[in-house]
């Protein structure tokens, strides 16, 4: 049997941290596809002895497949965040009491299956200081909606501009280290943890966007992404979606119509969480906000 020693301890502490998340709304009706996508991430990332966070839409939780894969996802030691009961497009322009009722809903679908969560991703990468203050009166301890990049669409540039005025000491998340990637919100204990982005240029690069590049070109990138984190020891922020592992013949938008094929896209995920997984420490998104603040 080989022995753990101190060099070896020392190896993997000088790992830099990454947070692996993804989102799980749909746009499909077939509420199987769901449940089917969401045992295959999780076959994927058991393979490669990852942990993840996955925000669930509250209504989808009604449905006894996603019921029961959230059920064996929480059981395998994953997280699970709130990111609203009805996914609305244009989430962060309701009314307050509409955002307090969405985030509710989903918490208690969440709590309904036995986990209390602690995170919340927005739709669409939008918050304001009304959904910071329904989270600080539910007492969560950080929100993870903001994906500090130019290079979104107009609809969600127009969000980020709407944050800009509240949130205190928002960085660049290329430029922000283990001691400063959780930016306090206003006067609150809600912690902001930024989704990762390019190095220098700052456009996405997480698994939905370098899914509609063609060719190789999806690898060089993230092989230049994840090399900067990992050289510099910045903790990744790295996010995936229910739609990464979806058939094309269920995928509604046309913005999907500029995915590569399924099987390519699945060999794609299986190479980016095997280099995570030898090249980083991964971690829920609320067992890095514990071990932050205990700093």
């Known amino acids: 049997m080989e022995l753990w020693n101190k060099d070896k301890l020392d190896m993997i502490e000088k790992k830099p941290s990454a947070i692996i998340q993804i989102d799980c709304d749909r746009e499909w009706d077939d509420i199987d596809v769901s449940a089917k996508i969401l045992f295959d991430f999780k076959t994927i990332f058991e393979k490669y002895k990852l942990k993840a966070t996955w925000f669930a839409v509250g209504n989808d939780l009604e449905f006894p497949p996603v019921r029961d894969a959230f ?70 301890g950080y929100d993870s909606s903001i994906c500090p990049s130019p290079f979104l669409n107009n609809i969600i540039r127009l969000k980020h501009i709407l944050n800009y005025g509240f949130i205190k000491g928002q960085r660049k998340t290329g430029n922000i280290n283990k001691n400063t990637i959780l930016n306090q919100i206003c006067d609150t204990e809600i912690s902001e943890i930024p989704i990762s982005v390019f190095p220098y240029l700052h456009f996405p690069i997480h698994a939905s966007y370098a899914l509609v590049l063609p060719l190789k070109i999806p690898y060089i990138l993230t092989e230049i992404l994840l090399e900067y984190y990992r050289s510099k020891r910045i903790p990744l922020v790295y996010v995936f979606h229910l739609n990464d592992l979806c058939s094309n013949r269920y995928l509604k938008s046309k913005e999907f119509k500029y995915l590569i094929p399924l099987e390519n896209r699945k060999e794609f995920i299986n190479w980016i969480c095997s280099r995570i997984s030898s090249s980083f420490h991964s971690k829920l998104t609320r067992e890095y906000v514990e071990e932050i603040n205990n700093v």
Do not use: W
Request: glycine fraction near 8%; charge should be negative; include cysteine.
């Open 71 to 140: 059920k064996s996802i929480m059981e395998s030691g994953h997280e699970i965040g709130n990111h609203t009961y009805s996914h609305l497009k244009d989430f962060v322009l309701q009314k307050p009491e509409v955002k307090r009722v969405e985030i509710e809903k989903c918490d208690l679908a969440i709590k309904s299956i036995g986990y209390e969560p602690t995170g919340f991703r927005s739709p669409y990468f939008g918050v304001n200081d009304s959904i910071i203050k329904v989270l600080k009166d539910m007492e969560y």
